[in-house]
T-cell receptor
Framework: AQSVTQLDSQVPVFEEAPVELRCNYS??????LFWYVQYPNQGLQLLLK??????LVKGINGFEAEFNKSQTSFHLRKPSVHISDTAEYFC??????????FGTGTSLTVIP | DSGVTQTPKHLITATGQRVTLRCSPR?????VYWYQQSLDQGLQFLIQ???????AKGNILERFSAQQFPDLHSELNLSSLELGDSALYFC?????????????FGPGTRLTVT
């Protein structure tokens, strides 16, 4: 069975500071990994994904994530956040099949 | 704009009633997914259809059912509604069956059961 754990439910950070949102997963098979962002009153939007190859993945809006197979982690990072990054962030995995498993989300609040 | 449309945007109904939520996927996408998002449960996968056939089932209640029509639009039917069914229901679509393609999410339907 697959599961996704987002270790922080809320992350406050000052504007222009770096941020890391943590995601760990468990799976008995190889998986694809995704980060999605949800702005208030909107649907989810893909930030980045890892399918194979380089473990450092770059996404939109300056975000990047690193896949660590030994630690079964896929943490999301941004070196300098902006007010507009305030949103809910979801980590998701799929065992290369049909079903996606989402974490419970991390609420990122950027403080001016 | 993801290209996925959902109607209605908001729905208010009473307990015991039945509602139908509609989703039109992006042009050319064959897979449709339904999710329920609530404050206490987070984002829960309900069901997936691919080209008209059910392909995966998640935490979908027996009171809920879905289908995908020949034109690829999908409907989620919720019956005998309870207060706890109040949530945001998302539809997502993707081009293929396999998981390497991202899902494109619609804006959601907010259901309030009173």
């Amino acid at each position: 069975a697959q599961s996704v754990t987002q270790l922080d439910s809320q992350v406050p950070v000052f504007e222009e500071a770096p941020v890391e949102l943590r995601c760990n997963y468990s799976s008995s098979v190889s998986v694809y990994l995704f980060w999605y962002v949800q702005y208030p009153n909107q649907g989810l939007q893909l930030l980045l994904k890892y399918l194979s190859g380089s473990t450092l993945v770059k996404g939109i809006n300056g975000f990047e994530a690193e896949f660590n197979k030994s630690q079964t982690s896929f943490h999301l990072r941004k070196p300098s956040v902006h007010i507009s990054d305030t949103a809910e962030y979801f980590c998701a995995v799929t065992p290369r099949g049909n079903q996606f498993y989402f974490g419970t989300g991390t609420s990122l609040t950027v403080i001016p | 704009d993801s290209g996925v449309t959902q109607t209605p945007k908001h729905l208010i109904t009473a307990t015991g009633q039945r509602v139908t939520l509609r989703c039109s996927p992006r042009s050319g996408d064959l897979s449709v997914y339904w999710y329920q998002q609530s404050l206490d449960q987070g984002l829960q996968f309900l069901i997936q259809y691919y080209n008209g056939e059910e392909r995966a089932k998640g935490n979908i209640l027996e009171r809920f059912s879905a289908q995908q029509f020949p034109d690829l639009h999908s409907e989620l039917n919720l019956s005998s509604l309870e207060l706890g069914d109040s949530a945001l229901y998302f539809c997502a679509s993707s081009p293929r069956l396999a998981g390497e393609s991202e899902q494109y999410f619609g804006p959601g339907t907010r259901l309030t059961v009173t």
